[in-house]
Structure formats: C-alpha cells, structure tokens
C-alpha cells in the first residue's frame, strides 16, 4: 500500500516547494497545485520543472470545481495541503484574505477529498492520506518554560493563527464525521533557502547587506523553535506515507532563540562570509506587534517516536547554510524587492 503520488497544495511556497524538490527527487508522482500569489516563486522549483514526475496546476484552492476535477485526474495516494497565507503581520492589516483562503480553502479541499476518498475501494482507499499543515502558532503562548505537544490546547492570538486553527478543527471535524483520513502536522518556525523576505531572517539578511537598520519588535527577548525547511519538509513526506489517520504529529528544531540571540548568530555568520560589510549587527528596535506571542516551543517526539523522523540540521549549521544560499541568491531577493516587497513594516493596524 505505498504511496506514490501527491498532490501538493501550495507548492510554490516556501515549505511547499522544499517537499515537492524532495517529493520529486524520491520518486513520488507529484502534481503542484498553486495559485502563484504574491509570495509563491515557480523559480523555487527549477530543479523539477522539467521533470517526467512534476506537474503543475495553477489554481484557486476556494475553486472547487477545479480542485475537483484536479484530484480526479491525478488520482493521488496523499493530498498535502500547505497553501496558506501565512505572514502574521499582513493578517493583522488584512484578516480577510486569510479567512477566506485558509478557513473556506481548507474546506473546499477537505471536501473534495471526501468526495474523492468516499468513491475509492481496496488498497487506495486504505493507503490514502489527507494531511492538514499547521502551525505552533494555533496554541497560543508559553510561559518562560513548558513545551507544546500534541495535547495542547488551542488559544490562537493572531487572525492567522486564529484561521489555521479553524482549518485544523475542520480537519479533526471531517474526520471523525465522515472519515477522511486526516494527519494534522504542527511546526515550529522554519527558515532556510527561498524564504519570501517578509519574513525575519532573510529581510534581516537584506537589511544587513544593504547596510540599513535590522528592526526588532519590543524588547527582542521573543523566544522561537526554529526548523530547518528541509527537515521539516523530510517530515511531512513521512507523515503523508506513514502517518496513522486521526494522529497529529508535531515538528521542531528543539532550538529556541530570542529574536536577538538568533540576529546575532545570523549577523555573525554574514561577518564571517562577507566581512567586507562588517560589522552587520546594526539593530532597530521598534513598536512591537500587536498581540505579539511570546514564546513558542515545540516536543517533537510524536514525530521522532511515531514517523521515525529527527531533524537534521542544528541551528548554528542550519543558519550558516541559509546565509551562504542567500548570499549566493542575492538576485532571487533583489528581483522580489523590486517588483513584490519593498521591506516596509507590515501589521502596524491596531498599534497603540
């Protein structure tokens, strides 16, 4: 009953397109499906395109007629849905979209996996998968210690993670209702190579190289569990093959930093490749984010003790690898910068 081919929602992201590089690179079938909006870069899939086992649908996951018909003609084994607006800040200043896509998407793709799943028999009906990404964002915050497991509570606290946990819950719902069997993943943040410069680490890497300010929201004591991309896409290749329906399983680097200890771990890997810009470490604070959580942390054993999985990469090789492909990318984040995402603050409604 192994699986062989996977349908990837969002696979022109971030962490979608590191488990279609990987998907592919293994042998799975793999069918992309994406609806290429502002932070989805087909460049990310170079190594693939041209690939006898990669195909690409552009397409709306809220589309159910194309959903339908997309799933039909693939026929997958394992649907892994990661597409998602996914940027904390721009939830702030538009929370719609993120209802929209990531609430009433996931619906129509829980949906449409019924109806696909429902009419199935034999050994594709056992075999198929539905697993449903999230995030550590979904539990809300931890105090200065404790860990999230798959047992925590939900106390989401931003419009993003108050919409991935409602696409979490319909998940939970479709499968104790009708019987999908749905796999709910949780992460903690991940970083790494093609990362859209909104986000921390590489807008941090432009902003030094460019030799401006580094923003820090608040005092920069926020603690994170930061993952490696491909470790946590290593994952969820595991969960969609070997993931028991019903379970949630959580991935984590178990390395927590504050926003300044990992600033100076990432300005000092940038002094050492380029010194010619030394010193990097130029840091901003400013006005925190509304309803800024302040400590996430993840217990990965559900995933190490049930997919057998572990992560490989440590924070400080992990974050060296991911300034050298930066480094090496400059032309990928200046062609963003110029024609997407310009590095102004973002989530500034409701500031007081």
Known sequence: MSIRTLLVTGGAGFIGSAVVRQAVKAGF?????????????????????????????????????????????LQPDAI??????????????????????????????????????AELSGEARARFRFVQ?????????????????ENSPYSPNSPYSASKAAGDHLARAWHATYGVPVIVTNCSNNYGPYQFPEKLIPLAIQRALAGEEIPVYGDGLNV?????????????????????????YLFGGRAERTNLQLLHTLCAALDEFRPEGAPHERLKFVTDRPG?????????????????????????????????????????????????????????????
């Open 292 to 352: 800024h959580d302040r400590r996430y942390a993840i217990d990965p054993s559900s995933a190490e003790h049930g997919l057998d999985w572990k992560a490989g990469h440590d924070f400080d090789s992990g974050m060296r690898d991911t300034v050298r492909w930066y480094l090496a990318n400059r032309d990928w984040a200046e062609r963003i910068h110029r024609a997407r995402y310009r590095g102004e603050r973002l989530g500034t409604v409701g500031m007081r």
């Open 80 to 117: 892994i849905h990661l597409a998602a607006e996914s940027h904390v800040d721009r939830s702030i200043d538009g929370p719609g979209e993120f209802v929209h896509t990531n609430i009433q998407g996931t619906f129509v793709m829980l949906n449409e996996a019924r109806r696909y799943w």
């Open 133 to 149: 990404v999230s995030t550590d964002e979904v539990f809300g915050s931890l105090h200065d210690d404790g860990l999230f497991t």
């Open 224 to 248: 994170r569990d930061w993952l490696y991309v491909e470790d946590h896409a290593a994952g969820l290749l595991l969960a969609a093959t070997r993931g028991t329906p019903g379970s949630t």
């Open 29 to 73: 079938t793999v069918l992309n499906y994406d609806k290429l909006t502002y932070a989805a870069s087909l460049e990310s899939l170079r190594d693939v395109e041209d690939h006898p086992l990669y195909q690409f649908v552009h397409g709306d996951i809220c589309d159910a007629e194309l959903v339908r018909r997309t799933i039909a003609d």
